[in-house]
């Protein structure tokens, strides 16, 4: 049986992505820190899955548990590093800057560091981050959401860099998701925001197809083609 990993399951795009996972026949390990919301996924699930209670911004306790979790899984094809928080921060609060960087940055590279290891142990393996097209541009309003994502497409980019000078079948996919019906899309004048069942049936069909990166929803990449090209004058009146 395929087996996956998806880290941040108990809402939004990792719960949905967990249940296409199952529905196409991978048995899927699920993480979080809301436990409750993992058992209650669990039971929805037509295939084996597995729930590990982890914090990624505890990071030395949350390799040691994703470690455990590839064990108890008998080893994984494909880990889904989802987990991430986002605050409007006008602000400009440090706690939220901290929590952020603490969660998409930190958070991310130990569960990348861990997920990677694994798959050059087993000479294979599919590693899928989210980000966001958030990665493109800079933000005055979300200053370490913005950054954070760059960070994480950056990282995906290094790792993808590594498993091709090894010359190793590992694939390393950077989805962009634009905005998403979940409890973190907050904000007024939101536009093109996809239902979190479309963006995951979006993102499986993406790692099927071995993506490198992608838009998620695919209209989004018109919106990063305008952000890549706006000039700085226009961009910072926005
Ligand atoms: N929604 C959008 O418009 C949008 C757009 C672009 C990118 N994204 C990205 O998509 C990903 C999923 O977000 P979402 O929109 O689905 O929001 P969400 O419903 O709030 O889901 C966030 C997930 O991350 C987990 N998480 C957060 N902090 C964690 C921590 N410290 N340790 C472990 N898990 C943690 C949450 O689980 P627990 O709370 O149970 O720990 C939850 O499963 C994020 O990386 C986000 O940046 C979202």
């Known amino acids: ?13 990792g719960k949905e992505l967990a249940k ?8 899927v390990g699920l993480t979080g820190r809301r436990v409750e919301l993992l058992t209650d996924l669990q039971s929805e699930l037509p295939t084996e899955s597995f ?5 990624v911004t505890q990071t030395a306790e949350a390799m040691q548990r994703l470690q455990e ?12 590093i989802n987990a991430g928080v986002g605050f409007i921060n006008t602000e400009f609060e440090w706690e939220k800057e901290q929590t952020t960087i603490e969660t998409n940055v930190a958070g991310f590279s130990a569960m990348a560091n861990v997920a990677f290891k694994h798959f050059l ?10 980000s966001s097209i958030a990665a493109l541009r800079g933000s005055g ?10 960070f994480v497409s950056n990282y995906l980019e290094g790792l993808r860099q590594k498993a091709s000078k090894l010359k190793l079948p590992i694939t390393v996919t950077d989805i962009q998701p634009g905005l998403v019906d979940t409890a973190m899309a907050q904000g007024e004048g939101l536009f093109w925001v996809a239902p979190p069942e479309k963006a995951a049936r979006q993102i499986f069909d993406m790692i099927r197809s ?9 209209r989004w990449r018109l919106i990063a083609w305008l952000l890549k090209a706006m000039p700085d004058r226009i961009y910072n009146r926005m």
């Open 69 to 80: 979790l590839i064990r108890e899984m008998n080893g994984v094809e494909l880990i889904t």
């Open 121 to 130: 142990e087993q000479s294979s393996g599919h590693l899928v981050g989210i």
């Open 141 to 150: 309003a979300t200053p370490a959401y913005n950054a954070s994502k760059a």
């Open 20 to 27: 296409v996972l199952s529905q196409n026949g991978y048995a």
């Open 51 to 55: 729930v590990k209670a982890i914090d």
């Open 210 to 218: 071995r993506r490198k990166r992608a838009y998620v929803t695919k």
């Open 1 to 13: 049986m395929k087996k996956a990993i998806v880290i941040g399951s108990s809402s939004g795009i």
